[in-house]
Structure formats: C-alpha cells, structure tokens
Nanobody
C-alpha cells in the first residue's frame, strides 16, 4: 500500500504566497514522477482536475500556463516529498490541490514499466481578501 498526504493549504490574501508539501509513504520501490493537480470548488468530476505542475525522477519540471512564473515545483527524492511554492496568488487559484505520485512498487514492475498512480485527498487553498 502507498499513501500520499498533502499539507500546507490555507487562506491567503491575493498577492500572497503558500508552500504546499506532499509526502509519499509505504511500499514504494521507485517514483517515476510527482505532480500537483487542482480542482475548483463545486467541480465534482475528477476529469475536471487541472495539472498544475509535474516533476520527473530526473528533476525536469513542467507547468500549466496559468501558473508559469508564479509557481515552482521541487522534489526531495530521499524523503519521497514534493513541494509547490506558489507566489503572487490570485483568487482564481482557489482550489483543492491534489498530489499525484506515479510509482513502482517493485523492481519487477519497474522493469515492466508498470507504474501505478496514487492520489492524496487534497489540501484546500483559498485566495481571498
């Protein structure tokens, strides 16, 4: 079993900053990538989740156009932890932020490239004055 837990959400004024953290634990052999998604309040369909940022096992990062220049994703591989530093927050950044971990549970599964994505429960970010 693999568990993913996010933290760091909260209420912040427009223009403020927040740092989200996500820790993956359990039966993890290797992590392929870690990512942050978000879903606006009132959207119940999982398909409505927007990819905010993703970082690969090699450290390369990609960002949604809407957050480029304002957010930085980073990773501590030794701790199976990913961070999302968000600056100059806007009201439209208000959402439930989910961590996604694409991981292998064994060397065999890694050799077969059979990774499994695990989601956290989310942490709420509210940007409001």
């Amino acid at each position: 079993q693999v568990q993913v837990a996010e933290s760091g959400g909260g209420l912040v004024q427009p223009g403020g900053s927040l740092r989200l953290s996500c820790v993956a634990s359990g039966n993890i052999f290797a992590i392929r990538s870690m990512a942050w998604y978000r879903q606006a309040p009132g959207e119940d369909d999982d398909l409505e989740r927007e990819l905010v940022a993703v970082i690969s096992d090699e450290g390369s990062a990609k960002y949604a156009e809407s957050v480029k220049g304002r957010c930085t994703i980073s990773r501590d591989s030794a701790k199976n932890t990913v961070y999302l530093q968000m600056n100059n927050l806007k009201p439209e950044d208000t959402a439930l932020y989910y961590c996604n971990v694409d991981q292998y549970s064994s060397a065999l599964l890694q050799s077969l490239r059979l990774s499994v994505e695990v989601w956290g429960r989310g942490t709420l970010v509210t940007v409001s004055s």
